[in-house]
């Protein structure tokens, strides 16, 4: 799950980021209201953005209105002053999917977040399958053929990317995103270290190699299902 913040108050920012990091999402942070606009209407894929509303050089409620203008559904989390009473109705009615106002517990953010996308993936309580292998969104806990297998929070990111879209082919570039977001230095061939771990601890062929393009999990044949 990759998730964008926007927010212009560095410690604010950097305890959400702390706040998040041990669970199992990719936080990209951006602190003016421009920016993050043309990362959401560029096609950048963000599974949900935690969004404050007083910000530099755009305001979060233009951003939010602008979003929506362009037909992006992105689960939105408003943050708002308590002050702002006007502000937080004209933002829901915006188009914000959920709202907090400051001061909150990071632990009241962690819960609303949660709910904001397994709403938006309507995953009320699924387990994800996919020949033999288990991926519980909720707790995370993945099987294969009954037995637990422990995977690193990378290896889980991409399994679940997968699992949720079989068939899909993925692009190096986009998984690269995904688990690492706008991080710098990441090596060149992370993926594929991922990929290659994900494939011992399941099996082989549960990643396809798509050759010179990415990586799918072939849809399952019926009676594999
Ligand atoms: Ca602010």
Redesign the pocket.
Known sequence: MRILLV???PS?ASGIRLALKPEHYTVDHLSDGATALNALTEGEPFDAVIL?????RLD?MEVLNAVRRHGSHVPILV?T?RDAVDNRIAGLDAGADDYLIKPFEVAELKARLRALLRRSQGQTSSLLTYRGITLDPHTLHVGYQGASVTLSRRELTLLQEFMSHPGRVFTRDTLTRLVYGWEEDVESNAIEVHIHHLRRKLFSDAIRTVRGIGYVMDKPAKDEA
């Not at 404050?52 to 530099?56: Q, Y």
């Open positions: 927010e212009d108050d604010l404050d509303l007083g910000l530099p979060g943050l002053a």
